[in-house]
């Protein structure tokens, strides 16, 4: 059974534009990978500039194989320069009742 996640991403001053390209990738290495569904994922951004993405791992073990996957944990440490993966208690919009995000669009 698959495994739905919401990954919060606070990015580095001055590495918003490319926390955002990596973002672009993001599942589609996961997937190529083997580790996640093919449920589209969600892309969001808050006040503060932190984006929440929220996807599925296809099981439990495929959360515990991206933790010695080669391709996986390059791509961490390339998210790990442009950001500070933050809780989502720490995303202030997460403590409403109805939390408001703004949709992640891609430029072409």
């Known amino acids: 059974m698959g495994q739905i996640v919401i990954a919060c991403y606070r990015p580095k001053p001055g590495a918003e534009a490319a926390l ?3 973002m672009r990738t ?3 290495r996961l997937a190529a990978e083997g580790l996640v569904t ?3 994922p969600i892309l969001m951004q808050v006040a503060d500039g932190t984006f929440v993405e929220v996807f599925e791992w296809k099981s439990e073990e495929a959360v515990e194989a991206a933790h010695t996957n080669p391709a996986v944990l390059k791509m961490w440490e390339e998210y790990e320069e ?10 202030p919009e997460a403590s409403e ?3 408001g995000f703004r949709p992640v669009v891609f430029e072409e």
Do not use: G
């Not at 442009?82 to 995303?91: I, K, L």
């Open 20 to 22: 955002k390209e990596l």
């Open 26 to 28: 993001h599942v589609q």
């Open 38 to 40: 093919n449920r589209t």
């Open 82 to 91: 442009v950001c500070d993966y933050v809780p989502v208690s720490a995303v």
């Open 97 to 99: 009742l109805f939390s």
